[in-house]
């Protein structure tokens, strides 16, 4: 039977409840998108870069996709039969049974200006993806607006870089995913200066760190990240050859 009755009211804290309640059944389901970086940061949630969120997003396991679905129908949410038939593949939509919000639900990767691959980033502790992950999906947007940046600036803002995993902003995970893919690897340089300037101009205050030398120490971390032979080959024809994707918002 549905559980509608444990739907809770504030969209906030439902996704903190589906993504807590789905990695302690070991489903591999996490929590992305701009609810994940409320539940991760503390400076985005207060001025200048605090907004309202009418949706929630997850990313799972193609291998998953069985398990997210009974759950997902256990705790009451509606599939959008149509669009889930045509795009269940990569991608899935679920509605709040009283309209009150919408769930999209990304497969294996995030395919937009470009491709992350989240397969085996999908069963950590934590109820979203990992930090790093998390970053490079702000990132990865080739025409990104102030709020995608804000997220990103506000992640900046309250943790450390470092390593993959402990709390920290993964450098290493970072520097694998751009040093193997160059158009993602500079539209994200782009953006983190960009991220730079806007905390210029726009500073949280009491962040626990300085963006703009987080900035500093991210750029300077991804060009000394390994380069693959493809990274090196596609670099040598640098902007001559758009290096994004400008994907079509998918109706549902």
Known sequence: MPNHGAILPDIKAEAERLAGLAASQGISMRLMGGVAFWLRSSSVRKPPFARPYAD??????????????????????????LFNAIHGAQRLNYA??????????????????????????????????????????????????????????????????????????????????????WGFCHTAERNLRTIGELWVAEPVEGARFDVARQVEAALAAIDAAPKTLGWKTRARVGERLRWYETPEEVQH
């Open 56 to 81: 929630m997003d997850f990313a799972i396991t193609s291998g998953a996709r069985g398990r997210v679905k009974t759950f997902l129908d256990e705790q009451g949410y509606v599939p959008e039969k």
């Open 96 to 181: 709040e049974p009283e309209g009150r919000w919408t769930m999209d639900i990304l497969v294996d990767e995030l395919s937009m200006s470009h491709r992350l691959d989240l397969r085996g980033r999908l069963d950590g502790p934590e109820p979203t993806i990992p930090l790093a992950d998390l970053l490079l999906t702000k990132l990865q947007v080739w025409q990104i607006n102030r709020k995608d940046l804000g997220d990103a600036l506000c992640l900046l803002a309250d943790y450390p870089l470092g390593k993959d995993g402990d709390g920290e902003i993964g450098l290493d995970r970072i520097g694998a995913v751009l040093g193997a893919d």
